[in-house]
């Protein structure tokens, strides 16, 4: 314990604990007082805004009739590519009978990816799933193999082409001729040729598809059509299974329904036995820098003419009267840049920050007599960047947005870059304002 002159004593002890209780209380109200925000790590990417649609393929399809009455063995695969004059199948009087065991080692694996497949895209709206799944077990495992001479009436394929079991009465359409009750899914009906009833004469026995290039019509809405009337190319993503195929792409309209055809040269196999397709249309693939809509701001800036910047960068000439001598004198004002653009003059402006000057104020270029009188300004769109724990606004350049992301134009001068962290509600707070930030997961 110390004693001062006036005989007071002074516990250093207690001292010190205060400064420390002054220190916890005031940290305190400092943590309590600042404004959290959630950050978001801005990365690149693309947006997802493609629209689905179910799609009718069109296909060039022949169907076989039966030559005469019986019952039907099978000896090419759905889906299998058979040559001219291949036997497809042939017409007994008997009964074929199959067994399981003798499947492959092949056969068993196609049976579980074919059962795989399907649970991945099984919908409960389309229940007619299950009967096309049972179908493609049923091909797989009756499917015999021509050893010698078939016995019988042998049915050959007519021409080269891949071997279809199914029927639904839509073989002869024109992608150019379809209507709208065309795409109904309650309407639809397809028959499985595959049975073990007898065949009569004339009974279509099989499908042969004689060309790998095919189509898919569907139908567009009217804002869709006009933004897509002028491509020629798009890429597709079928539902199914998620594979991509590039196609040449067109759009009609008729009886005020508009609609768009795409043309494929290949995976047409992997479709053989449907008619009905969910695709979607990749036409959103341009890249940049993905953000949330709800970070975008607009901030207003006064704009001054890029070549009054002085040669140094670091600010600009402003003309002041003294307050002592009521002269005119000049003086250097420091502040950021936010952006430069083109002025309707074809002039070049800086974007300043509206708080280091004020409307009417006089700038001077330097070396020259040329002056600037503030009060032009120009609204920016941009976000707040807080990769230092206050807000900073950054400048954007829109290239898209959905209804919860936008695309901006990565690398562009005062703006953002990939894994910078931005506030997610742009409008939540201020400019160099010091933040708690909580980064989302």
């Known amino acids: 314990m110390n004693r001062n002159k006036e005989g007071l004593s002074i516990d250093i002890g207690t001292l010190i604990f205060g400064a420390i209780f002054l220190y916890i209380v005031i ?15 801005v990365t690149s990417g693309t947006l997802s805004n493609n629209v689905t649609y179910t799609a009718i393929a069109i296909r060039d399809e022949t169907l076989v009739y039966s030559p005469s009455g019986g019952y ?10 058979a040559s001219k004059n291949d036997i497809v199948c042939g017409i007994t009087d008997s009964r074929p009978a199959t067994s399981a065991k003798d499947m492959t080692q092949e056969d068993l694996s196609q049976v579980r990816s074919l059962a795989s497949k399907f649970t991945k895209v099984y919908r409960s709206s389309a229940f007619d799933e299950v009967y096309n799944l049972k179908y493609s077990l049923s091909t797989q495992a009756e499917v015999k193999t021509v050893t010698g001479a078939v016995s019988g009436n042998a049915v050959t394929a007519e021409r080269d082409g891949v071997i279809s079991y199914v029927t639904d009465g839509m073989e002869e359409l024109d992608a150019h001729k379809v209507k709208p009750e065309d795409f109904s899914l309650a309407g639809y009906n397809s028959k499985i040729l595959r049975s073990d009833d007898t065949v009569s004469t004339g009974d279509p026995v099989y499908k042969i ?10 139908v567009l809405s009217e804002s869709v059509y006009s933004s897509l009337k002028n491509a020629n190319y798009v890429k597709v993503r079928f539902e199914q299974d998620e594979v991509t195929e590039n196609g040449e792409f067109e759009t009609f309209e008729k009886d005020n329904v508009y609609y768009g055809i795409v043309t494929l040269h290949s995976g047409m196999v992997r479709y053989c036995n449907e008619r009905m397709l969910r695709i979607e249309l990749l036409t959103n693939t341009e890249k940049g820098l993905k953000i949330p809509i709800s970070s975008i701001v607009t901030k207003e800036f006064y704009k001054i003419p890029a070549d009054f910047l002085l040669a140094s960068g670091n600010g600009f000439c402003r003309m002041v009267k003294d307050k002592k001598t009521g002269e005119d004198r000049n003086e250097i004002v420091e502040t950021d840049l936010y952006a430069l653009v083109k002025g ?8 300043v920050e509206k708080d280091a000057f004020s409307e009417g104020d006089i700038l001077i270029k330097e070396d020259s007599s040329s002056t600037f009188k503030i009060g032009p300004e120009i609204s920016l769109e941009g976000v707040y960047c ?6 900073q606004f950054r400048k954007i350049e829109e290239i898209d ?19 910078d962290y931005i506030v997610r509600d742009g409008d939540s707070v201020d400019e160099s304002q010091i933040l708690k930030v909580r980064h989302e997961s």
């Open 27 to 41: 940290s305190a109200v400092i943590y309590l007082t600042t404004p959290r925000v959630t950050s978001y790590m």
């Open 72 to 81: 039907v063995n099978y000896y090419v695969q759905s889906g299998q590519k």
């Open 209 to 218: 598809i004689g060309d790998d290039t095919w189509q898919l019509v569907f």
């Open 344 to 351: 309707k003059d074809g002039r070049e402006y800086y974007c």
């Open 386 to 391: 807080i990769n230092r724990s206050y807000a």
């Open 401 to 419: 947005q959905n209804n919860e992301f936008c695309l901006v134009k990565p690398d562009s001068s005062y703006g953002i870059s990939q894994y």
